[in-house]
């Protein structure tokens, strides 16, 4: 009877062992299954533990679409083709003039996180602590700060990035969702068309790995501003990511360029 | 007990394997958010033409729409991202219940995509072409990955923007709470020197994006049987049109690679005058009579009509 049951215990022993080996299996797979199979978000830059989207490194602009004559040069003044403004607005931008907002020292006014990420340009983004990711932008010298966690937004005047709170999109792409508020107001096109100071932004950041080998990061971002926009306003623009800092040019911010 | 434990751990894991891949549900109608969809004849921007595919388009007349043969022509599934309508996504499932395929219902100028996620190979490359192409796909974590080959020669915009039939697509479907976006690549290796990279926004829509009108009816449209109306080298009327329009330069509209990304900028940054201001296709006003666009909505009341 004895001999028996250490015959059954060690059979269970076995089984146990095996049990735990499936398990330590299924622990990948279940990281590829809520944040996206490693081919996507693999990359040759390091990230850190813990980023389901690896979003470090140099990133340039890739303008393709029917709105390259916004983005590439400096559209018309009173061109809003595409947006929904309300009468306020198209008042403010009828009225725009880079020379007076030169003058006002306001030459960053399409630079903010609201109209930055869709100026033609590269984008450097590190990981300074677990608590912050890092945006460096070569145009205009503009850096956005993503916080994670339990922040709390400082007190003071509104800048033109604004205060930006970051999660990492568990339940959808794996991607990163950034809101940003507290912002300046500022330009959504060069041409003068604003945002107000209580304008929100939302940012969805996806990194797609394509064929060739190249990997392209997403941005679909929307803002909403009930004070001059009737609707949100929704974009989606991409960068390729490059291996070096090639071609990384910190340029002053342009009223007119 | 020391037997049952094994027996539940393993029991408990089970699930955990059905899970991964994880599958995000696209099934439903999404409203086009289109924002920037106004075309000029030669407007061949930010894509990546080598010389034979700026030659192609230069040759191109859009009369050649009003062709007998090609009146009722569909335009390949890149126009996905050229049109301006909705998306209306269903999927199809086999006998046991499993999703075989997801399919993109069609335009009035588009077939549906019918994207095979059941595991199927590409046809052969001998196999024929048409306009729909084939496309197969794969989940890559919670994104779907589509990729459309045996596509006949289309166009890249409603311009007459070409691309070759031996250009591949290939979709990401990015979803983001009611927000869907698709990130695609063309890859042409006869006209374009890179891949052409597009992302286009949807949102989630309550209202049924409509489907394909009734039959396309073929007509005389004032182009004789047999004649293909085209443009000689050099002679396309319209090459300086994005010129006339924005003071855009018009090595910059005949496009290439070097017209994607910000280092053209400088190239056009010390001539560049900007237009003193907008007199045309301006827009900035509010939604029409029926409020805010619904599925389907093209850029908004100042847009062009879309064009065939």
Same mark, same amino acid.
């Given at each position: 009877?004895?001999?028996?049951?250490?015959?059954?215990?060690?059979?269970?022993?076995?089984?146990? +062992?095996?049990? +735990?080996?499936?398990?330590?299996?299924?622990?990948?797979? +279940?990281?590829?299954?809520?944040?996206?199979?490693?081919?996507?978000?693999?990359?040759?830059?390091?990230?850190?533990?813990?980023?389901?989207?690896?979003?470090m490194?140099?990133? #340039?602009?890739?303008?393709?679409?029917?709105?390259?004559?916004?983005?590439?040069?400096?559209?018309?003044?009173?061109?809003?083709?595409?947006?929904?403004?309300?009468?306020?607005?198209?008042?403010i931008?009828?009225?725009?003039?880079p020379?007076?907002?030169? $003058?006002?020292?306001? @030459?960053?006014?399409?630079?903010?996180?609201?109209?930055?990420?869709?100026?033609?340009?590269?984008?450097?983004?590190?990981?300074?602590?677990?608590?912050?990711?890092?945006?460096?932008i070569?145009?205009?010298?503009?850096?956005?700060?993503?916080?994670?966690?339990?922040?709390?937004?400082?007190?003071?005047?509104?800048?033109? @990035?604004?205060?930006?709170?970051? @999660?990492?999109?568990?339940?959808?792409?794996?991607?990163?969702? #950034?809101?940003?508020?507290?912002?300046r107001?500022?330009?959504?096109?060069?041409?003068? #068309?604003?945002?107000?100071?209580? $304008?929100?932004?939302?940012?969805?950041?996806?990194?797609?790995?394509?064929?060739?080998?190249?990997?392209?990061?997403?941005?679909?971002s929307?803002?909403?501003?009930?004070?001059?926009? @009737?609707?949100?306003?929704?974009?989606?623009?991409?960068?390729?990511?490059q291996?070096?800092?090639?071609?990384?040019?910190?340029?002053?911010?342009?009223?007119?360029? | 007990?020391?037997?049952?434990?094994?027996?539940?751990?393993?029991?408990?894991?089970? *699930?955990?394997?059905?899970?991964?891949?994880?599958?995000?549900?696209?099934?439903?109608?999404?409203?086009?958010?289109?924002?920037?969809?106004?075309?000029?004849?030669?407007?061949?921007?930010?894509? *990546?033409?080598?010389d034979?595919?700026?030659?192609?388009?230069?040759? /191109?007349?859009?009369?050649?729409?009003?062709?007998?043969?090609?009146?009722?022509?569909?335009?390949?599934?890149?126009?996905?991202?050229?049109?301006?309508?909705?998306?209306?996504?269903?999927?199809?499932?086999?006998?046991?219940?499993k999703?075989?395929?997801?399919?993109?219902?069609?335009?009035?100028?588009?077939? &549906?995509?019918?994207?095979?996620?059941?595991?199927?190979?590409?046809?052969?490359?001998?196999?024929?072409?048409? %306009?729909?192409? /084939?496309?197969?796909?794969?989940?890559?974590?919670?994104?779907?990955?589509?990729?459309?080959?045996?596509?006949?020669?289309?166009?890249?915009?409603?311009?007459?923007? =070409?691309?070759?039939?031996?250009?591949?697509l290939?979709?990401?479907?990015?979803?983001?709470?009611?927000?869907?976006?698709?990130?695609?690549?063309?890859?042409? =290796?006869?006209y374009?020197?890179?891949?052409?990279?597009?992302?286009?926004?949807? %949102?989630?829509?309550?209202?049924?994006?409509?489907?394909?009108?009734?039959?396309?009816?073929?007509?005389?449209?004032?182009? *004789?049987?047999?004649?293909?109306?085209?443009?000689?080298?050099?002679?396309?009327?319209?090459?300086?049109?994005?010129?006339?329009?924005?003071?855009? *330069?018009?090595?910059?509209?005949?496009?290439?690679?070097?017209?994607?990304?910000?280092?053209?900028?400088?190239?056009?940054?010390?001539?560049?005058?900007?237009?003193?201001?907008?007199? %045309?296709?301006?827009?900035?006003?509010? &939604?029409?009579?029926?409020?805010?666009?619904? =599925?389907?909505?093209? &850029?908004?009341?100042?847009?062009?009509?879309?064009?065939?």
């Amino acid at each position: 009877m004895l001999e028996r049951r250490l015959v059954w215990e060690k059979r269970a022993t076995r089984f146990l +062992l095996g049990a +735990l080996v499936l398990l330590a299996f299924q622990i990948p797979m +279940l990281a590829q299954a809520g944040g996206g199979a490693p081919g996507r978000n693999a990359s040759p830059a390091a990230s850190k533990p813990g980023t389901p989207v690896d979003l470090m490194g140099y990133w #340039v602009s890739v303008v393709t679409t029917l709105d390259w004559r916004f983005r590439m040069v400096v559209p018309a003044k009173g061109d809003y083709f595409g947006l929904r403004l309300t009468p306020a607005a198209t008042k403010i931008a009828d009225a725009w003039d880079p020379a007076k907002d030169e $003058a006002a020292g306001n @030459q960053c006014k399409s630079y903010g996180a609201a109209g930055i990420m869709r100026i033609p340009g590269r984008l450097h983004i590190t990981r300074p602590d677990e608590k912050t990711l890092r945006m460096d932008i070569d145009a205009g010298t503009q850096t956005r700060i993503f916080h994670f966690g339990e922040w709390k937004a400082p007190s003071g005047d509104a800048t033109w @990035q604004g205060d930006s709170v970051a @999660q990492w999109d568990t339940s959808g792409t794996g991607g990163l969702k #950034v809101v940003t508020r507290h912002m300046r107001p500022g330009y959504l096109r060069k041409n003068g #068309v604003p945002y107000s100071e209580n $304008a929100i932004l939302a940012e969805y950041y996806d990194v797609v790995r394509e064929r060739n080998g190249d990997r392209r990061l997403i941005v679909t971002s929307s803002v909403e501003d009930p004070a001059y926009l @009737q609707q949100p306003y929704t974009s989606s623009d991409h960068f390729k990511w490059q291996a070096d800092a090639s071609g990384w040019d910190p340029t002053p911010c342009s009223a007119r360029w | 007990m020391k037997i049952q434990l094994p027996l539940m751990l393993i029991a408990a894991s089970v *699930p955990l394997l059905a899970q991964a891949p994880a599958q995000v549900d696209l099934s439903g109608s999404w409203a086009s958010l289109s924002q920037d969809d106004i075309l000029l004849l030669a407007d061949y921007t930010g894509i *990546p033409y080598n010389d034979a595919g700026r030659a192609k388009a230069l040759s /191109y007349s859009q009369s050649q729409m009003s062709m007998p043969e090609r009146v009722c022509l569909f335009y390949t599934q890149t126009q996905i991202f050229g049109g301006p309508f909705g998306l209306r996504i269903s999927k199809e499932t086999g006998p046991d219940g499993k999703i075989v395929a997801w399919k993109l219902a069609g335009w009035e100028d588009r077939a &549906p995509m019918t994207i095979w996620v059941d595991g199927r190979p590409q046809p052969s490359k001998n196999a024929p072409h048409d %306009r729909t192409g /084939y496309t197969t796909g794969s989940w890559d974590g919670d994104v779907l990955v589509s990729y459309t080959t045996h596509m006949k020669s289309g166009f890249i915009r409603r311009n007459g923007a =070409p691309h070759s039939d031996q250009a591949t697509l290939t979709i990401h479907f990015l979803r983001h709470d009611d927000l869907l976006t698709l990130a695609a690549s063309l890859e042409d =290796p006869v006209y374009l020197s890179e891949p052409l990279y597009w992302s286009r926004t949807f %949102r989630r829509s309550r209202n049924t994006v409509e489907q394909l009108d009734g039959p396309c009816v073929q007509g005389d449209e004032g182009v *004789p049987q047999g004649a293909v109306p085209h443009y000689l080298p050099g002679q396309n009327p319209f090459i300086d049109e994005m010129n006339k329009a924005y003071h855009i *330069p018009v090595y910059a509209s005949e496009g290439g690679a070097e017209t994607m990304y910000p280092e053209f900028r400088k190239k056009m940054k010390d001539t560049f005058v900007p237009v003193e201001k907008c007199t %045309r296709n301006c827009g900035g006003r509010g &939604p029409g009579p029926g409020g805010a666009p619904g =599925p389907g909505d093209g &850029p908004g009341p100042d847009g062009p009509p879309p064009a065939r």
